[in-house]
């Protein structure tokens, strides 16, 4: 058995796994690169280890950039159509 994507601490098997921590630290300071400085977090369940971990990547990536982290800007909901819908009104609402 091999776990894709997924990873449980209690769980000894081998995994394909990215690294959330630094895909999100890179994609955030990629955006600071190319000019923007409101950059939003829309992040799934926190209980899940891959969002868990992309949380600390951005707020690492603006802290790098001084960039001042505003809450306003990270929505965290679960993996369905309806929470994506929210978390756009949540922004442009």
């Given at each position: 058995?091999?776990?894709?994507?997924?990873?449980?601490?209690?769980?000894?098997?081998?995994?394909?796994?990215?690294?959330?921590?630094?895909?999100?630290?890179?994609?955030?300071?990629?955006?600071?690169?190319?000019?923007?400085?409101?950059?939003?977090?829309?992040?799934?369940?926190?209980?899940?280890?891959?969002?868990?971990?992309?949380?600390?990547?951005?707020?690492?990536?603006?802290?790098?950039?001084?960039?001042?982290?505003?809450?306003?800007?990270?929505?965290?909901?679960?993996?369905?159509?309806?929470?994506a819908i929210?978390?756009?009104?949540?922004?442009?609402?």
């Amino acid at each position: 058995m091999v776990l894709f994507d997924r990873t449980f601490a209690d769980f000894n098997v081998p995994t394909v796994v990215i690294d959330d921590y630094k895909g999100a630290f890179n994609a955030t300071e990629h955006l600071i690169n190319v000019g923007y400085k409101r950059i939003a977090l829309i992040s799934g369940p926190q209980q899940l280890l891959n969002f868990y971990n992309r949380l600390p990547g951005y707020l690492a990536a603006l802290r790098a950039n001084k960039i001042p982290i505003d809450k306003k800007l990270i929505y965290s909901g679960d993996l369905s159509i309806q929470c994506a819908i929210e978390s756009v009104g949540f922004f442009f609402g």
